[in-house]
Every structure is written in structure tokens, then in C-alpha cells.
Nanobody
Framework: QVHLVESGGGLVQPGGSLRLSCQAS????????IGWFRQAPGKEREGVAC??????FYEYYVKGRFSISRDKRKNTVYLQMNSLKSEDTAIYYC??????????????????WGQGTQVTVSS
């Protein structure tokens, strides 16, 4: 059984930073990709970034501000978010897909989802 658990959300002022974590379990020895998505109130869920054996990908609106990385020994993927803006306020979810690829754009490739962590950017 695959489980994904996000942590690290919170309240931060504009221009500040947060680091989100996604702890994965249950993939065993299978390669897998992890994507980060977010959903703001009244808006559709949108992609942020993803990481897999095939590479790292970002959506244009976070490129240069957010950085995704993974520690394979800990089965953990991180999303470092810098220069945060009010429009980054959302619930952030990590999602997992078995295989060597990932998508930072579409969520249909992901079978497994975490419960989400709230990020609020406000003064």
C-alpha cells in the first residue's frame, strides 16, 4: 500500500521561504515519480513541479523560485519555495506514479495522493 505524507506547510510573509516534504512509503523497489500540485480556494488544481528518473520539471509560474529535490535513502521529496507570493497560497499536494517518468502539468498520470498541506502567504 502506497502512502504519501506531506509536511512543512504554514504561514509565511511575502518574499519568505518554506520547504515542503513528501514522505513516500510502499513503492518497494519500483522506480517512481513524485509531483507537487496545489489548489487555491475557488480554483482548479494546478501542477507545480515533478521529479523522476527522467528528470526535473517545473511549471513556468514557479520556475526560478521553487526547487524540487529528493533523498532516495529517506524516500522523501522536497519542495523548496523561495520568494513566495500571495498567489502561491494554496493547499499543496504530492502525488506518486510508478515508473520512471512524471508530469508537472497533468495529474492524470498519478495514482497516489497525499492529504495535502496548507501554505498561506500573507503579511
Amino acid at each position: 500500500q502506497v502512502h504519501l505524507v506531506e509536511s512543512g506547510g504554514g504561514l509565511v510573509q511575502p518574499g519568505g521561504s518554506l520547504r515542503l516534504s513528501c514522505q513516500a512509503s510502499g513503492f518497494g523497489t519500483e522506480p517512481y515519480g513524485i509531483g507537487w500540485f496545489r489548489q487555491a480556494p475557488g480554483k482548479e488544481r494546478e501542477g507545480v513541479a515533478c521529479i523522476s528518473d527522467e528528470g526535473i520539471f517545473y511549471e513556468y509560474y514557479v520556475k526560478g523560485r521553487f526547487s524540487i529535490s529528493r533523498d532516495k535513502r529517506k524516500n522523501t521529496v522536497y519542495l523548496q519555495m523561495n520568494s513566495l507570493k500571495s498567489e502561491d497560497t494554496a493547499i499543496y499536494y504530492c502525488a506518486g506514479a510508478v515508473g520512471r517518468g512524471c508530469s508537472a502539468t497533468t495529474d492524470i498520470v498519478y495514482r497516489f495522493w497525499g492529504q495535502g498541506t496548507q501554505v498561506t502567504v500573507s503579511s
